[in-house]
């Protein structure tokens, strides 16, 4: 009897031990969809670039990349899924545009880290991985909370980038005062940012008061009147802060219009939304200082020289994200002891990544970020 069980015991070792070096032998196969020929395959290829980067950083022979091109054609995009799924993969890196997931769903047991920021109608096996605006949300609700301010505005652009912003508000529970629809063209939006902030009125408030002096016996009313001259308008703004949904050209477009109905950053304070740093923000001082969340700067600087000491040449920001993302892939599979399924996804988890702090809960990605103030021509880190 004890002869048997010692078989038995020498038998199960054995098999143990084959099954874990089969196990540990095993490829993890990972799917990466991006453009690599037509109009973005710069940003694909930079992509590619720095998922290589990612590799060396992981050094684990296990895993292994499939990439393939997309052609940025949503078609295409299921065609190769559906090839990458039949070669065993289960997690796929992409697609890079939100256009492109459109039918994804056909793949119910594949699923993918969208290199996009929206959220909004993406399929249920569609996990968004960009800074989104939830993300974005929640770290200027803690500046608001921080400075006190509690009657915040928020300019939402007439785009196809609305619906993200108000379901995010919604889901966020941001606490505003209002929220106010404007139109990109800029002949449209001076007129709405003047009713907006009741310019007219308060222009007339102006020309009221310095009339009424000039009728007045009061005395040192020519003091009085000269100091009125220099101002534009006469009157309070009812609200602290103005949150803007919006980038580059239109950004400036807003806040233009903004200085142009007297309502300057030394009245309220201008916040808008991760502008990774565009440079440009450093040399409009009227309209410093303005806030924005945004990922970890350091950490970014490093990357770049990371990238362009390996490539001689510099990254998009997309890249940023993909670098970070197979680490996250790699963490999560570790965690879930090298067992590739959609649960890893599922449950509450967090990784520190290059961009910041990964949440990842119940299929979706949300990111703690760092908030920033663009003044006196640099960007300084509040928090």
Sequence with gaps: MKTLIKFIIILFLIVFSFNQQVFSQEKIKIGLIVPLTGEYKEIGNSVIKSIRLAINKINDSRIEIL????????????????????????????????????????????????????????????????VNAISQLKTIQNFLNMNGLERSIFLIPNTNFKNEIEDAISKTNLKIKNTFIYDTKPTLLTAQIEKLTFY??????????????????????????????????????????????????SLKSVTTSLLYTDVSPTRVTYICLNQW???????????????????????YEDFKNEYFNSYNDYPNQVSFLSYDLLGLVYYLIYKNNFVVDKKIFYKKNKFKGKIG?????????????????????????IF
């Design 277 to 299: 740093f565009d440079k440009t923000l450093l040399k409009e001082k009227s309209l410093q200082p303005i806030y924005f969340p945004s990922i970890n700067k350091a950490n």
């Design 200 to 249: 007219r009125q308060r222009k007339q408030n102006l020309k009221d008061e310095i009339n009424r002096l000039e009728k007045s016996n009061e005395i040192g009313k020519e003091k009085k009147i000269e100091k009125l001259k220099k101002r534009d308008t006469l009157g309070g703004i009812n609200f602290d802060s103005v949150i803007i949904g919006d980038f580059d050209e």
């Design 357 to 381: 702090i990964f949440e990842i809960n119940k299929n979706q990605i949300t990111h703690q970020l760092n908030f920033y103030v663009v003044e006196d021509e640099k960007f300084k880190k």
């Design 67 to 130: 990439p393939r091109d997309t052609k940025s054609n949503p078609e295409i995009t299921l065609k190769i899924s559906k090839e990458l799924y039949n070669e065993g993969v289960k997690i796929i890196i992409g697609p890079l545009f939100n256009s492109n997931v459109v039918y994804l769903d056909e793949l119910k047991e594949v699923t993918f880290l969208s290199l996009t920021n929206k959220i909004y109608n993406n399929p249920k096996n569609v996990i968004s991985s960009g």
